[in-house]
């Protein structure tokens, strides 16, 4: 183990000596911000283009397990660090039929094996996990050659005011909202990490404020 993955390690052991705060209040507060109309529309957008054996990083509270297609899905096998979220997401409505598993674990250390997904699916987790680029990385290794990584995050707005902003309120917004960052990109991450980008846009959703609005989805393969 090198010295960036001993400190994520022990970063990552830090994070599971949570408060009263994180194991009751932030996952009901986090849970509610991402029911949004706004957001259960970009979902909508993502999650049914998943195909085969799935990955979902941060399951949160299951909110994405209406929008996949079980004639499509084999299984959909997810992942959290939250108990009170894992638990959120064994009673989150589906698809009948659709074959579904939740694991306690961190997108930066996945507990499976290389190439054995068809998909991965990533939404509104990037801004929380610890390591971006680890969590990436993670990502493409579980991925089959043929695989795609579904994703759809807020960041960095491309707005100079609205980033100015953005950098000002992160470090509260952090404290409140379980770690999530306001200012991290996202599609030049994605890239960086390796992945090649099939289809990718963005905007500011509507109805949110916009230092937390703005949005880039899309696909994109190992």
């Given at each position: 183990?090198?010295?960036?993955?001993a400190?994520?390690a022990?970063?990552?052991?830090?994070?599971?000596?949570?408060?009263?705060?994180?194991?009751?209040i932030?996952?009901?507060?986090?849970?509610?911000?991402?029911?949004?109309?706004?957001?259960?529309?970009?979902?909508?957008?993502?999650?049914p283009?998943?195909?085969?054996?799935?990955?979902?990083?941060?399951?949160?509270?299951?909110?994405?397990?209406?929008?996949?297609?079980?004639?499509?899905?084999?299984?959909?096998?997810?992942?959290?660090?939250?108990?009170?979220?894992?638990?959120?997401?064994?009673?989150?409505?589906?698809?009948?039929?659709?074959?579904?598993?939740?694991?306690?674990?961190?997108?930066?250390?996945?507990?499976?094996?290389?190439?054995?997904?068809?998909?991965?699916?990533?939404?509104?987790?990037?801004?929380?996990?610890?390591?971006?680029?680890?969590?990436?990385?993670?990502?493409?290794?579980?991925?089959?050659?043929?695989?795609?990584?579904?994703?759809?995050?807020?960041?960095?707005?491309?707005?100079?005011?609205?980033?100015?902003?953005?950098?000002?309120?992160?470090?509260?917004?952090?404290?409140?909202?379980?770690?999530?960052?306001?200012?991290?990109?996202?599609?030049?991450?994605?890239?960086?990490?390796?992945?090649?980008?099939?289809?990718?846009?963005?905007?500011?959703?509507?109805?949110?404020?916009?230092?937390?609005?703005?949005?880039?989805?899309?696909?994109?393969?190992?």
């Amino acid at each position: 183990m090198d010295g960036n993955s001993a400190m994520i390690a022990m970063q990552l052991g830090r994070r599971r000596m949570t408060s009263f705060y994180d194991r009751h209040i932030m996952p009901r507060l986090i849970g509610c911000a991402c029911a949004s109309r706004p957001i259960m529309k970009q979902r909508a957008k993502v999650v049914p283009l998943a195909h085969g054996r799935v990955l979902e990083l941060g399951i949160g509270g299951g909110l994405n397990l209406a929008f996949y297609d079980p004639a499509k899905v084999s299984e959909v096998r997810g992942i959290d660090p939250s108990e009170a979220l894992r638990a959120r997401t064994l009673a989150a409505p589906r698809p009948e039929g659709l074959k579904v598993s939740i694991a306690d674990g961190t997108a930066e250390a996945l507990p499976f094996e290389d190439a054995s997904f068809d998909s991965v699916v990533c939404t509104f987790t990037l801004c929380s996990v610890l390591s971006q680029a680890a969590a990436l990385a993670e990502a493409r290794r579980v991925l089959k050659s043929s695989g795609r990584l579904l994703f759809c995050e807020h960041g960095l707005a491309p707005e100079p005011g609205v980033a100015k902003w953005q950098r000002r309120i992160e470090p509260a917004w952090k404290a409140i909202a379980g770690g999530c960052h306001l200012t991290r990109p996202i599609g030049a991450a994605i890239e960086a990490a390796g992945f090649r980008m099939e289809t990718w846009q963005s905007m500011f959703l509507p109805g949110t404020p916009r230092i937390m609005g703005w949005n880039e989805w899309g696909a994109a393969g190992v």
